[in-house]
């Protein structure tokens, strides 16, 4: 071969290689980390933050409901039912984007009913804080250490979410005492979640919720506190 095209085949490697490992250094600094996101404030209500570490609050509870449900249908592959995928519509959707969504609206509904539990001077009885700290306990003891650290939850946050979620729901029984059943029929404590008419069309309306996308869109429910392996 000629010097020249020895030459111009030593450039056509070398470029290829460069390629190769801009492609692998991209692919790797673009990776998502959870863990170096737990302090971002990933949902705002009103001006309350809530960090991605306080969400995992609400991702182990829904994470634990479904994967009941999916070592059910699969006892051996339980990522089957997360993958699953239910056409109705407008509203076809994954079990894992379903369990996402669930997760951010129960998280939304709650800090707004806990904000106007506040508002309203709402405090928990003894009994009450007594059942929050059984509770908590409770999510402690049903957690596995490497579910505490890839969530970044501690039993300080653990007891302040329970107890959030105690005076929500006081609150929340307050508000299905004012709903009119003749505008608003059927069972009350569904017409209060987060997905209910009352909620969504007479409570919603009422604040502004913003959500960070950019980590939100890459977090996958299934596979933060259960299925790691």
């Known amino acids: 071969m000629r010097e020249s095209g020895k030459r111009a085949v ?3 490697i070398i470029a290829n290689l460069l390629l190769i490992s801009i492609g692998i250094g991209g692919h790797v600094l673009g990776r998502f ?6 302090d971002e ?5 009103d001006e309350t933050g809530i960090t991605l570490r306080e969400f995992g609050y609400y991702i182990f509870q829904v994470e634990s409901f479904v994967q009941k449900q999916a070592l059910l249908y699969d006892p051996e592959n339980p990522g089957h039912w997360w993958n699953t995928h239910f056409s ?3 509203d076809s959707q994954f079990v894992c984007d ?10 939304v509904a709650e800090e707004i009913y806990y904000r106007e539990a ?3 001077g709402l405090v928990l009885s003894t009994g009450e804080e007594a059942q929050v700290m059984d509770d908590s306990k409770e999510m402690i003891n049903n957690m596995e250490l490497q579910q505490i650290m890839a969530t970044g ?3 300080e946050i653990i007891f302040d979410m329970t107890g959030k979620h105690a005076l929500a729901s006081k609150y929340a ?9 003749a505008i608003y029929p059927g069972e009350a404590a569904r017409l209060v979640n987060w997905d209910g008419a009352f909620y969504l069309e007479e409570v919603l309306p009422r604040h502004k919720v913003k959500t960070n996308d950019r980590v939100l869109d890459k977090i996958t429910l299934g596979k933060i506190t259960v299925n790691q392996h």
Do not use: F, Q, R
């Open 41 to 45: 404030v990933v949902i705002t209500v």
């Open 98 to 107: 379903l369990a996402k969504k669930t997760a951010i609206n129960s998280c």
């Open 33 to 38: 980390d959870y863990s170096d996101h737990l």
């Open 153 to 155: 939850l501690d039993e």
């Open 173 to 181: 029984m307050i508000l299905m005492g004012e709903i009119d059943p």
């Open 88 to 90: 109705a519509g407008l």
């Open 10 to 12: 030593t450039v056509i």
């Open 118 to 120: 506040l508002n309203l």
